[in-house]
């Protein structure tokens, strides 16, 4: 028996103006190849799930996808000015090409999103293109969530030691007193006896029942002098449900200054907490901190010439019992040796996504953490690769 299916052009008036829509009300296909490109709204009432070509998203009007199912496209290109919004999920099982535009939807509607599949990744996330509202993943162990509000990029990251059956994640630059987006409250006066101040500027809400470390950016924005002096102060915080207070998340490592930098949290399981932000948590220091306050940031020229070739950091020769992890921008892990004597030139030694690893990591600002073992401090620090 044949398949009857329909695709249907619809023209309706609103508010004086003519608007279009492709309407899918039966079985709908984008086969090897193939490219369907979108100019106009989406209605997808029926089966839009087997594709394997690319749909592309395009022109300067806003475009909408709505309907009573949820199509799944293989790869998705975005070059649209105004943006995607969506009313119902869209699922991406390959490559989300993000170039121009944001992809909206509702903050206060985690049951409407960006869904990336268990092989999907995303490339072109910037400022002007990536989600305002949720995004999620599915069976995963590692993934960045490329998020933010309608004017910055504000990922979050997440590194469980086995697969994460599904998580959602969100971005919300509001006052967690009194977000405008949600309904929820969580009062920044409410935290645990040992915690300092927490952040009025931002929180995230992160989703999902496997145990995972969450890692977390700021910029000059999120200004985080208002709540700490050092950006060893720093911790991550979570607001407990069941508490109903802000606790600290732990930290396994901070790094960068107080204008801009990224955190890792302690195992946590997300559900725990109805929103994520930074808190303030002084450190102790000792007498060596107190004339060693940094190790300094560094530069280095790995060409062969002899003149900081490696990263040389002088002050782990009083603690030969040391771990140096360099990390780059998104917090994502690059270098990581124990007992380091000057050995990173500019190569990644971890299991990453590093593309091209023979030929060296990219140019660019990255972070370092120098963890002196012997005398139980930890340092971080920036270094500039230039090739």
């Known amino acids: 028996m044949n398949r009857v299916f329909v695709i249907v052009m619809l023209s309706f008036a609103a508010l004086g103006q003519a608007q279009t829509a492709l309407y899918n009300s039966g ?22 799930d087997q594709n394997v070509g690319l749909a592309g998203f395009y022109g300067e009007n806003i475009i909408s996808v709505s309907g009573a199912f949820s199509p799944q496209f293989f790869d998705v290109e975005l070059l649209q000015e105004n943006g ?23 903050l206060d509607d985690p ?13 072109g996330q910037s400022d002007v293109a990536k989600v305002v509202g949720f995004a999620s993943v599915v069976n995963r162990q590692n993934f960045i969530f490329p998020i933010g509000d309608t004017s910055t990029l504000r990922t979050l990251g997440i590194n469980a030691s086995s697969n994460v059956s599904a998580a959602n994640c969100a971005y919300f630059f509001e006052n967690p007193n009194a977000p405008t987006s949600l309904s929820e409250r969580f009062n920044t006066a409410s935290r645990e006896r ?49 508490l109903q207070r802000w606790v600290s998340l732990g930290t396994q490592a901070v790094v960068g200054d107080l204008s801009e930098g990224f955190i890792t949290s302690e195992v946590i399981v997300p559900d725990t907490y109805a929103a994520i932000t930074f808190g303030a948590n002084p450190l102790p220091l000792d007498s060596f901190a107190v004339n060693n306050p940094t190790l300094g940031n560094y530069f280095l020229t790995p060409d062969g010439d002899g003149i900081n070739d490696f990263l040389v950091i002088d002050e782990l020769d009083e603690s030969p019992n040391n771990t140096v992890v360099v990390f780059n921008r998104s917090g994502q892990k690059v270098f990581e040796r124990e007992n380091y004597v000057n050995e990173f030139n500019g190569f990644s030694n971890t299991n990453n996504f590093v593309v091209n690893r023979e030929a060296g990591l990219p140019e660019g600002v990255y972070f370092y953490i120098a963890t002196l073992k012997d005398l139980q401090l930890e340092y971080q620090g920036f270094l500039y690769l230039n090739r």
């Open 84 to 106: 995607l919004a969506l009313s119902t999920s869209i699922s991406v099982a390959n490559n989300m090409n993000f170039i121009v535009g944001n992809i909206f939807n509702a």
């Open 27 to 48: 079985n709908l296909r984008i086969h090897e190849g193939g490219l369907l490109g979108f100019h106009t709204d989406l209605i997808n009432d029926g089966v839009f």
């Open 111 to 123: 049951g409407t999103r960006l869904n990336f599949l268990e092989n999907a990744f995303y490339i």
């Open 194 to 242: 040992d915690l300092g101040e927490v952040s009025e500027r931002e929180f995230w809400v992160l989703t999902g029942n496997t145990p995972t470390t969450v890692t977390a950016t700021w910029n000059a924005r999120s200004t985080l002098v208002d709540i700490a002096l050092e950006v060893e102060d720093i911790t991550l915080v979570g607001f407990n449900i069941a």
